[in-house]
């Protein structure tokens, strides 16, 4: 499977958890739907005609992703335009991620979007982007970089070390006698042609904080023989 190791960082980012409208939280890192956007931005493609490709890359590409920095969240008041005066008028509270920095591993799973997955290649080797590429909001741009590009050979069984997420099917190793954290996320990984989140299509998942490595059992893909990861 071809893949493609991709950096991508900035000053802020929000990744809505659907279930908190009033006032949203984040998911901790970016999500395989913001980064199907994320694609859409850099490749120029209309809101429209991005309906039918959020299901579509969904099933197409797998990813994973390492949180470079710990993960720092704020409380921002917004003041959202509405046509009710009242709700326009009262500020709602929006959850941030300040300092965001990941490395992306995204993998093409189905030659059906071959095309794309290429075009975006082609757009981070130039470093161009037709819109702005965001992390979640219009006001979190994005900055990219492509560091590798290679081949993802898959594993069904075995230990393994990475510095990205596993799932919780994985069985983590907890190294003794030093300081080690985890963070809990379950994440989306399936958008429709409505732009909704399928409920069914979350998955749990462990990542290891401040670069931290993870060693684990199970299926995973290695990266140009070497970097480990979970991709979902």
């Not at 901790?28 to 994320?38: E, P, V």
């Not at 081949?151 to 069984?157: A, G, I, K, R, T």
Request: with cysteine; proline share 6%.
């Amino acid at each position: 499977m071809k893949g493609i190791q991709v950096d991508i960082s900035g000053n802020w980012a929000h990744f809505r958890k659907p279930e908190t409208s009033n006032n949203p939280l984040s998911h901790d890192f970016i999500t395989k739907t913001a980064l199907i956007g994320l694609i859409g931005a850099v490749l120029g493609v209309e809101r429209e005609a991005m309906k039918p490709l959020f299901p579509q890359l969904s099933e197409d590409l797998k990813y994973g992703v390492q949180i470079k920095n710990a993960v720092k969240k704020q409380s921002w008041g917004f003041t959202f335009r509405s046509v009710s005066e009242v709700f326009a008028k009262a500020p709602k509270q929006m959850e941030i991620i300040r300092d965001p920095n990941y490395s992306v591993m995204i993998g093409l799973e189905n030659l059906r979007s071959k095309s794309i997955f290429e075009e975006f290649i082609l757009a981070l080797q130039k470093q161009q982007a037709c819109f702005t590429p965001v992390l979640g909001l219009h006001n979190c741009p994005a900055d990219l970089y492509l560091r590798l590009e290679g081949d993802l050979e898959y594993v069904s069984v075995g230990e393994f070390e990475t510095l990205g997420f596993i799932t919780t099917q994985h069985k983590p190793k907890i190294p003794l006698g030093k300081s080690f954290r985890m963070g809990f996320e379950k994440m989306p990984t399936f958008q429709n042609d409505d732009f909704w989140n399928l409920p069914d299509r979350y998955v749990q998942v462990v990542y290891p904080s401040e670069q931290n490595t993870l060693v684990a059992n199970g299926p995973h893909y290695i990266f140009n023989h070497k970097s480990r990861w979970v991709l979902i």
